[in-house]
């Protein structure tokens, strides 16, 4: 992967997380170009990460083997369509912006080989988790090229079709928000319980990491982890019966269509033309 050439179209949050981790993980700042519209930040990539930076998307792109489009998905289609004459064939584009279909990608770019992904924001910390998605066109190297630059900011699952895209920005594209949300509620309860809101905020934060690093480290499945926990007519049995009779499974369900809804009308909206 370290032998690739890179062009990020759009410089902002997550290119400057996955531009980190190609770094961290090896690949030569000589090899990563970057276009963006703001004079400081460009100074800042240059100045921080050493990379080339330019203001002419064009100019990035022309000696990269892959082409990472990370600029907001409402301005997608104008980007692409004025990229589009400077793409050459052997190019895989790769585009991690929201609602953007393959199909929309290759009409506006010439059918190129497309990958699309789904990352989160810890891949911010290098924790993140990406869901990809490789057009009919991309073959079994850029497939791994393409795991391989996503994987420098966490893990990554390829789905064999794209509208599965939506699951997965259902389940972890917008997961953070509900353990965020979770932590929250966690911490509410527990100053209405008459702790202080620092020791709150501290007991449920800690908790929530703690039970995520048992989860992902653990050999039995979280279900197993769960009940070990739960002695019966204990305190979290308590808890968990209450949450039960309060339709917490449904309740996360209908929560998960109602975002992958959106996500595919967010397709139907920012695509075509
Ligand atoms: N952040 C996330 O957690 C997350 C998760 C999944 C997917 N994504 C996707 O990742 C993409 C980028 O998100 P982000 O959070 O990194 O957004 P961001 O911080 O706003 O980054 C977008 C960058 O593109 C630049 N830009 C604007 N117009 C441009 C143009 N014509 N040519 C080149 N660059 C241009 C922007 O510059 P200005 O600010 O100067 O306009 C900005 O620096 C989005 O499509 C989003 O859907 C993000």
Same mark, same amino acid.
């Given at each position: 992967m370290n032998n690739l050439h890179i062009a990020f179209i759009g410089a902002g949050n997550m290119a400057a997380s996955l531009i980190g981790g190609l770094l961290a993980k090896g690949m030569p700042a000589t090899h990563i170009h970057a276009s963006e519209p703001s004079a400081e930040r460009r100074d800042q990539l240059e100045r921080d990460l050493g990379i080339h930076t330019h203001t002419d998307n064009a100019a990035a792109c022309a000696d990269a083997d892959v082409v990472l489009l990370a600029v907001k998905p409402q301005i997608m289609r104008e980007v692409c369509l004025a990229l589009a004459p400077a793409l050459k064939p052997g190019q895989l584009v790769i585009s991690i912006a929201a609602g953007i279909n393959c199909a929309s990608l290759q009409q506006w770019l010439g059918h190129l080989p497309v990958v699309r992904c789904m990352p989160n924001t810890p891949a911010l910390l290098q924790q993140g988790i990406s869901g990809l998605y490789a057009a009919a066109q991309v073959s079994e190297i850029q497939r791994q090229q393409a795991a391989a630059i996503l994987d420098a900011v966490g893990s990554s699952v390829w789905v +064999? *079709?794209? *509208?599965?895209l939506d699951a997965v920005t259902a389940v972890s594209g917008s997961g953070p928000a509900y353990f965020f949300l979770l932590i929250e509620a966690m911490t509410e309860a527990g100053v209405r319980l008459g702790l202080d809101a620092d020791t709150a905020t501290e007991l449920a934060r800690q908790t929530a990491l703690g039970a995520a690093q048992m989860a992902c480290q653990s050999d039995v499945d979280v279900a197993t982890l769960r009940a070990r926990v739960?002695? +019966? *007519?204990?305190t979290t049995d308590a808890a968990i019966r209450s949450f039960e009779a309060d339709g917490f499974r449904p309740m996360v369900e209908r929560a998960l269509q109602a975002a992958a809804d959106r996500s595919a009308g967010l397709a139907r909206e920012l695509g075509g033309g």
């Open positions: +064999p *079709q794209e *509208q599965l739960t002695s +019966p *007519q204990g």
